[in-house]
Structure formats: structure tokens, C-alpha cells
């Protein structure tokens, strides 16, 4: 498969992620958020949840925090729809 026939199949995606700033590295985040997710719903506080997450994948604990708070947050509406598309609110 060449470059520009990975871009072809995920621009879509790439285009979503452009418009809502989201990091093109933070794919690899996943599974510490829902490895954070997963803590919590087992009723793990979230300060020793951090701690754990951070001792666990080598980084600081306020960098689990910046990802757990980039990748909890919600599209934006315009970002939902295909090509940013804004719901026609007129009746």
C-alpha cells in the first residue's frame, strides 16, 4: 500500500481529528484511558489511578491527567456531522 492510499481511506478520519485538534499521536493513549476508565468504574480514587497509570507507562502524572482530560472530551457538534455540517434548524 502506498501513502496516499492510507491518506484516501482515512481522510475522513484525519479531517476530524484536524478540526478538533486532536494529536495524531494520541492513538497511542487509548489504552491507558480506558485502562484509567476501567480503575475508576472499580471505585480506584482517581489521584492513586494517575499515580498507577503514570508508574506504569514511564511518564509524569500530570501528563495521565492532560490525557485523560484530552481524550474524556466531547466532539464538537459541527464535528459530528460529515464535513462539518451544520443541523438545519430552520422548520
Keep these: 500500500m502506498k501513502v496516499v492510499e492510507l491518506l484516501k481511506i482515512s481522510s475522513p478520519t484525519l479531517k476530524m ?12 493513549y487509548v489504552k491507558l484511558y480506558e ?14 489511578a494517575v499515580r498507577m497509570l503514570a508508574e506504569e ?9 492532560r490525557i485523560v482530560v484530552r ?3 466531547e466532539l464538537s457538534e459541527d ?3 460529515p464535513h462539518g455540517e451544520r443541523e438545519d434548524k430552520r422548520g
Excluded at 484509567?36 to 480506584?44: D, E, K, T, W, Y
Excluded at 507507562?57 to 491527567?65: C, K, L, Q
Design 35 to 48: 485502562e484509567f476508565q476501567r480503575m475508576r468504574s472499580l471505585g480506584v480514587k482517581y489521584a492513586e
Design 17 to 28: 481529528l484536524s478540526e478538533n485538534e486532536i494529536p495524531r499521536h494520541d492513538w497511542r
Design 71 to 73: 481524550l474524556g472530551k
Design 57 to 65: 507507562y514511564g511518564i509524569g502524572r500530570a501528563t495521565v491527567e
Design 79 to 81: 464535528v459530528k456531522r
